[in-house]
Structures are given as C-alpha cells and as structure tokens.
C-alpha cells in the first residue's frame, strides 16, 4: 500500500494558510535565508542538479529555464520579471488551487528564491478569476508577507528586493499557456506568440521573465533547504520528485493526492482513490485533463512519470486523472474534449480554428451513421489532429491529437 | 462616472483586465457598457477597439447588461459525468430561461463556464464568487429561494 509523500502539500491542513507566522513555525522562510547567503548561480545549479522538472504539464527542466532567464541579455531593457502561473484551467487539474488555499506563503517563498537566482525585481502571480478562495488567501499571504519585510524592500545582508502582484484571468483555458499568459498580462486579447523567442529571451514587455506553474514553486524551498540530492530520492531517474495527482470520476474518494512520481495508475486508483466507485470495473482513464490521453487497463501498471508514460503514447500532463468505469460512454467523453477545445480555440491560426471544428463535425458524423466505417473516420480523424499539431502555433492546436491518438490506439474496437 | 475607480489604477495598458473587473463586479447589471469602454481607452490612452477587443475575447466579460447573480455552471467532462446536464434543465426550468439568458426580474444570468477546478466535488457551480459543490435538484431550489428571499428582505 503506498503512502503519501509531501513537498508541496507539506503544510496542507495542518497550518492556518493565512498565518504567516504559522508558516514561520513550520520552518517557512528559512530555504530563503539560507538561498540569500548563496550566490544566485549556486541557486540555479541546485535546482538544475535536482532534476525538478515544471508541474505545469510539459515537464521542462525548471533548472534549464533558470539558467535560460539568468543568462539572458536584454540590451535595451532593465528588469527581468518573475511569473507564476497560477491560471489553472485544465480539465480535471485543480492542484495549484489546493496549493493556493491551503499553503499560500510555500508559493510565494518558491518565487521570491527563484527571483532572487535570476534577479528579478518584479513579479505578478496571475490567477483565473474563478478561483475566488484562491485570490483571497494568496491576496492576505501577499500582505503578510510586506507587513513582514518579505517583499517590497531590501532583504538582509543583499541588493534585493521583490514586488509581486496578483492579476486575473477572465475565463480564457488558452491564457494558462506562458506566452498567451503574457500577452493576456500586457493587457491584450490571448492570442498566442511565436516562439521563439522563448519568454527566458523576451517575455513579459519584451524582457527576459521566468514563468513557472504555482506546483513548481511550491517545489524550491524544499530543494533549498533538503539539497537536490535528497530530493532525487523521490520519484524516478527521469522525473524526480513527487507530483500531485487529482482524481476524479468513478472512483470512491476524489480527490488530490501527492506521491512519489513512479508510483502507478492502479496504486492511485486503489490505494488513494479507494477504487472504483460502486465496486464496478475499471474502464479507461484520461490523463493529463482534456489535453490528455486515454488509456486502458495496460497501462494500470507503468510508473506515473513523463517518460514512462511516454514510452506509451500516453502523458503524465498536469496530474489530472479522470477515471472512467465501464459504464460510461468514451465516445461521448471524447465528443466532449473535442467540444472543449472547438469552444477554447482563439481562432489565430487557421488549422487549429477550422480543424477543431471539422474534428467536432466528424464525431457528429459518427453518431449518425450507426454502423459506417467508424475506425476509418477515427483515422481520418487522427490524420487531421496531426496536421494542425504541425501547423498551429501553441499548443491548444496541437492537443485534439493527443485525445485522438491515444484513443486509437487503446480503443480502436470500440469504435 | 467611473473615474473615480479608474484612479486606483496606474494608466498602463497591462491593467485593462484589472479595471474590466472592477467595472463589472461593481454593477449591479453585470457588465461593461460601451460608454465606459471609452472611457476606459482615453484613460488608458489605447483605442476603443482594442478595450472591446479584450472585453469580446474573455468570456467572463459582457457587453450586454446581464442579472445580479451569475450562475456559472461547470461543463467540465467530469461535471458532465455527474450530471451538469440535468442540473442545466433543472435550472432552465427552475428560472424560466435557457442557457445565456436573464430572468425577467433581472435577478439570474444562467451561464455554463469550462472546468471550475472541483472536479473532486462534481457537479459544481458558481453563483457571483461563490461556489457550490456536490449540487443536485434539491440544494438548487434551495440556493435559489434563499437567494430570491434575501433579496427581496
């Protein structure tokens, strides 16, 4: 029977959120001043040496984008900015509110370290609109922490100082993706960039700005502080650490558990999640959210990491696990992904707007014609997800295929 | 009429999201109007269009008068697994709309919004900035007559 094991989560339940000094008392702050008396450098080697990789979903080296900021050179430009992605919108994800609600100051501390390593003086946590309890508390955390010197002047014994401010979404799923984030931070419609340039080169204003997702920061601290050789002792060689998963569906107990990465789908399910709801059979899951993968029963078995799962053209993603007993209809979930992002597209790149839509059109088909050649059509169907990966510019166009294919290829006889 | 909200911010285009909120929550119809669009771009000093740009773009945003109460109602797949749907012709039935639409007593806007984030609580939904988990037939009618009951106090 696995446990839980707790970075992120480590206060959870167990502090007052908005208590800062309850956060002191259960050691917060104190992997700040021990980062402030390093170089910055040695703050972006350790964290690089820890393997952390981002909690957002894609599961880039955080390290590599530290370095990528610090290393940037804007010769126009001043400040180079810190950003946390808190603009949590993927189906079936809700970690980062969990964090927010519940240990909002381990968050900030992740970001004031990171700022600190790349030396940022300014930041912004953006937030979607819709977590209300989330921008409350991280609101009172961010006054606690100027009240208590933390932010908004000089620490001790340094040249550094942080403001940080929150700002809101309103209700766009595309604006979770950085470079749209930041053009929907720059006061503008979120319609995504070219890239590259990468926002370590030219973010936020056109100035070199590190943006991570609120489980990442929630992960500093405790790399400071533990050094990234005790933290690789979490997890796998390739994704160390530990994750917070977010079950829900058919399953006794929904909700969010963190785990050591490695540990697997049928360990979440059973041993977390009390198995399947109603004592029925375990049909497929989705996982990563709507931008995730289906998979089957073969996959119950395969340590939950982003190389693992990859290996069977499936995602690890933002943690999302949606479970699916064998009653349930994966047509109709699937129909309703691809209505998600026919819904989400933000119309700039051609593919992606007219080859949602087409994707929904073709599922319409399906219905209809009771018993035509559905697995052709699905084929056809994961020819054209293909083709607008290719063509779209972020990664909303290059997310249908990922439903799609995966679904091919663990469910190509249910069609 | 709404300088003085426009004051609190620093005239940088970065806030336009920021002061679209603050306009909307503190009507009492729920929207922005095109009239405090330009007001909003001469303060800002961006064009009129690139204001009703981002207010077009966000769905959290409306340039139609909307109720008091915004019910959002998620329409997540896992929602959907829980029955949102039946919620959805609870409600339509309960407020005599359909989705999108206002009550006559200008009271509730009925509107679905993508996942909320409670995915462990399904089926949910949000009236203004609170939320309600776990909702079936019985706790809807109730949140409606208390809402309907204290508005009328």
């Keep these: 029977m696995i446990q839980e094991t707790k970075i992120a989560l480590k206060n959870a339940g167990k502090i007052n959120p908005l208590s800062i000094s309850e956060y002191q008392s259960a050691g917060g702050f104190s992997a700040l001043k021990e980062s402030l008396k390093k170089e910055p450098k040695q703050i972006i080697q350790t964290i690089n ?17 530290g370095r990528f900021t610090d290393e940037a050179v804007c010769h126009y430009c001043g400040p180079k900015y810190i950003i946390c992605n808190a603009d949590e919108g993927e ?64 620490l001790p014994g340094t040249d550094f100082s942080l403001d940080l401010e929150i700002r809101l979404g309103a209700g766009s799923y595309l604006c979770g993706e950085e470079l749209t984030l930041l053009e929907s931070l720059e006061g503008k419609r979120g319609y995504p960039r070219i890239k590259p340039p990468f926002p370590a080169q030219k973010g936020l204003f056109g100035c070199p700005t590190l943006i991570n997702n609120v489980e990442t920061f929630a992960h500093i601290p405790y790399i400071i502080e533990h050094g990234p ?12 650490g530990t994750k917070i998963f977010t079950i829900s569906g058919d399953v006794e107990k929904p909700g969010y558990y963190e785990t050591e990465m490695g540990v697997t789908l049928r360990e979440l399910i059973e041993d977390m999640a009390g198995g399947i709801e109603d004592g029925e059979d375990f049909q497929a899951a989705v996982l990563g959210g709507a931008a995730g993968t289906f998979v089957d029963e073969s996959v119950l078995d395969t340590p939950m990491g982003y190389d693992t799962l990859k290996e069977k053209e499936a995602i690890l993603g933002s943690g999302a696990i949606m479970v699916l007993d064998d ?16 819904h989400e597209s933000c119309g700039k790149c051609v593919p992606c707007r007219v080859g949602t839509t087409q994707l929904v059109m073709m599922m319409d088909q399906i219905k209809s014609q009771k018993n035509g050649n ?17 063509n779209s510019l972020c990664p909303l166009g290059a997310s249908p295929i990922l439903p799609l294919a995966s679904t091919y290829k663990y469910f190509k006889e249910y069609f | 009429m709404i300088k003085k909200l426009l004051n609190k911010y620093p005239p ?7 002061i679209l909120h603050d306009i909307q929550n503190n009507r009492p119809d729920n929207y922005v109007s095109v009239s405090d669009m330009k007001e909003v771009a001469d303060y800002l000093n961006i064009t009129l269009s690139s204001v009703y740009g981002v207010v077009k773009y966000y769905s ?57 984030g409670q995915c462990d609580n399904a089926p949910v939904m949000m009236i203004n900035e609170k939320l309600y988990k776990n909702i079936d037939a019985y706790k809807l009618s109730n949140i409606i007559r208390s809402i309907r009951s204290n508005q009328n106090q």
């Design chain 2, 60 to 116: 959290m945003f409306s340039e139609e008068p909307r109720g008091r109460y915004i019910i959002r109602l998620c329409k997540s797949p896992v929602c959907r697994m829980k029955g949102t749907f039946d919620i959805l012709n609870t409600l339509e039935k309960m407020l005599d709309v359909e989705m999108g639409e206002t009550t006559h007593d200008k009271l509730f806007t009925l509107e679905t919004s993508e996942c909320l």
């Design chain 1, 374 to 390: 559905r697995e052709e059509m699905l084929e056809k169907m994961k020819n054209e997800a293909e083709y607008m990966a290719a």
């Design chain 1, 91 to 154: 189906p079936g994800t809700f970690k980062d509110r969990v964090i927010m609600e519940q240990d909002p100051h381990l968050m900030i501390e992740g970001m004031l370290i990171s700022a600190f390593s790349i030396g940022a003086q300014k930041g912004y946590i953006y937030i979607r609109a819709e977590y209300s309890e989330s921008i409350e508390k991280v609101k009172k955390a961010l006054e606690n922490c100027y009240k208590e010197g933390y932010l908004g002047k000089k």
């Design chain 1, 327 to 342: 009653s349930r209809c994966l047509f109709e979930m699937l129909y309703d992904i691809l209505k998600f992002f026919q």
């Design chain 1, 49 to 65: 040496d820890s393997g952390l990789r981002g909690r957002g979903g894609a599961g880039f080296p955080t390290g590599m984008k």
């Design chain 1, 229 to 240: 050789e005790n933290y690789r002792k979490f997890g796998t060689e390739k994704s160390p």
């Design chain 2, 12 to 18: 940088t285009k970065d806030q336009l999201l920021m």
